[in-house]
């Protein structure tokens, strides 16, 4: 199957600030939560390579532009760090604030579309130390955060996102524990989801009054991007299989889709929530905020499927119910590296569920990439990595969002993930994703990889045609 690109679905990056920037101490920078972890734990990551690295995006940034420009990418996603652009009193900091207008000047300057995402897992540890998500006060004050970023960089950047991937804070952090601080406990897991549910909304709802308020461009939009994995069981369910399949869906998905699409959360998940002792707290006054939170459109995180069944014991080890266990297909496909299967068709089946459930809402795959360990055994004589597996992967995940589109899906763009290679969280470099290699050893150094001349080419067969 030949992959043509249709004329108006943008080409781009996805990145991230805490990923990236590396700088965690200069200009003013305040101490987030990764540094905290990287601070008390640095056995805690691959290889000790805590937060403080990047990929030095911070001196590079012009550079980096450049190299999506070069590639024929159109537009790249980053987030601004909180602990950047403010300081400890909520009061902007200039020196942060400096950064991210270079950023969007060199981005107008070399025609790339910069989209800028508010959060994406990085809180400031003051505020972590006060509870975090746990906190209405720290809702609150990512509002001012947010309010803060539309009025200073309004006039620069047209497309805005809340959050990054909101669901996975709750999970990895609080429900599984397997980030720092390692909490485990289903009850506060569920609260924090419903307080980055509020703090969303009220940043969606400070997003419209700048926007009233001229401090915004005319066109300007907000979104959200989350890992809308979709769901599937066996192929001959039981009805606990189905009732599993529905919680997965509703706490990962419809939770977050309900909410941008209405400003509602599901009733069934909450009533299923309470009834087995996880009742989220609400307050007078939450619907109308949470009314606020439906937005302009959504970017879709795609890495993997979620296969689920019933659960074979009713609560977890920390007597917190299970809703589901995993379930194992038996003609999966795995990326054994990262211990992801690959499954392109779950991209056009997210696709028809928007259709059919959603379909006034727009979406674009804002995240999707192949992770590899150990990517020097793949350079040829030249240098140069020969990643065919990831070319394989992308082609074949547009090819099912291409199909998707042609029935009737409002995908408008894909921006693939980690096209220059990141730091990533507790695995720090283990698993390289990107087009554009970076060389640790030597400064950073960027090199491209067989793949940024694969997507450079099937960008260029568009070009062509125009």
């Known amino acids: 199957m030949k992959l043509k690109l249709p004329k108006d679905f943008f080409m781009g990056a996805a990145m991230s600030g805490p990923q990236t920037e590396g700088a965690y101490k200069k200009d003013g920078k305040l101490e987030n939560i990764w540094d905290t972890w990287s601070d008390s734990a640095i056995s805690d990551f691959y290889n000790k390579v805590g937060s403080y690295v990047g990929n030095n995006f911070y001196e590079k940034y012009e550079e980096d532009i450049k190299l999506l420009k070069s590639i024929h990418l159109d537009s790249f996603r980053t987030s601004m760090q909180w602990s950047r652009l403010m300081d400890q009193n909520q009061q902007l900091n200039p020196a942060g604030a400096g950064f991210y207008h270079k950023v969007a000047a060199c981005a107008k300057k070399h025609g790339i579309e910069l989209f800028m995402n508010l959060y994406h897992f990085d809180m400031p540890a003051y505020l972590f130390a006060r509870g975090g998500w746990e906190n209405r006060e720290v809702v609150e ?34 429900r599984s524990g397997v980030w720092y601080p390692f909490i485990k406990d289903a009850r506060r897991g569920m609260q924090v989801q419903y307080h980055i549910s509020l703090a969303h909304s009220l940043a969606v709802r400070e997003f419209y009054k700048a926007k009233e308020e001229g401090f915004l461009l005319p066109d300007a939009q907000i979104g959200l991007i989350n890992a809308f994995a979709p769901p599937y069981t066996r192929e001959t369910p039981t009805p606990e299989d189905l009732e599993a399949l529905r919680m997965t869906d509703g706490i990962h998905n419809r ?3 309900d909410l941008c699409t209405s400003g509602t959360l599901p009733q069934d998940v909450l009533e299923t929530l309470a009834s087995c002792g996880v009742p989220v707290e609400i307050r007078p006054g939450d ?44 003609e999966r496909k795995m990326n054994v590296y990262r211990g992801w299967e690959i499954y392109p068709k779950g991209i056009y089946d997210f696709g028809m569920k ?40 992308v082609q074949e995940h547009l090819e099912w969002v291409m199909k998707s589109i042609e029935e009737g899906a409002r995908c408008v763009g894909y921006h693939y993930w980690g096209v220059i290679d990141n730091w990533s969280w507790n695995n720090a470099f283990k698993n390289r994703y990107g087009f554009i290699e970076v060389d640790l050893m030597n400064n950073y150094e960027r090199r491209l990889k067989k793949s940024a001349h694969w997507v450079k080419a099937l960008i260029e067969e568009r070009e062509k045609e125009d």
């Open 141 to 174: 004050a990512y509002a001012v955060y947010a309010r803060t970023a539309f009025r200073e960089f309004g006039k620069e950047i047209k497309y805005w996102f809340t959050f990054n991937e909101p669901i996975v804070e709750p999970d990895q952090r609080y």
């Open 255 to 257: 939770w977050w889709l």
């Open 287 to 330: 619907a109308e905020i949470l009314k606020c939170g439906k937005t302009d459109w959504l970017g879709f995180n795609y890495y993997q499927p979620t296969r689920v069944q019933a659960p074979q014991e009713k609560v977890d080890e920390n007597g917190h119910p299970r809703f589901a266990d995993p379930y194992i297909w038996p």
């Open 354 to 393: 928007m259709k059919r459930e959603y379909p006034d809402l727009k979406f674009f795959i804002s995240e999707n990439g192949m992770g590899v360990e150990h990517e020097h055994r793949f350079r040829n004589e030249a240098g140069e990595i020969q990643d065919d597996y990831r070319i394989e992967f």
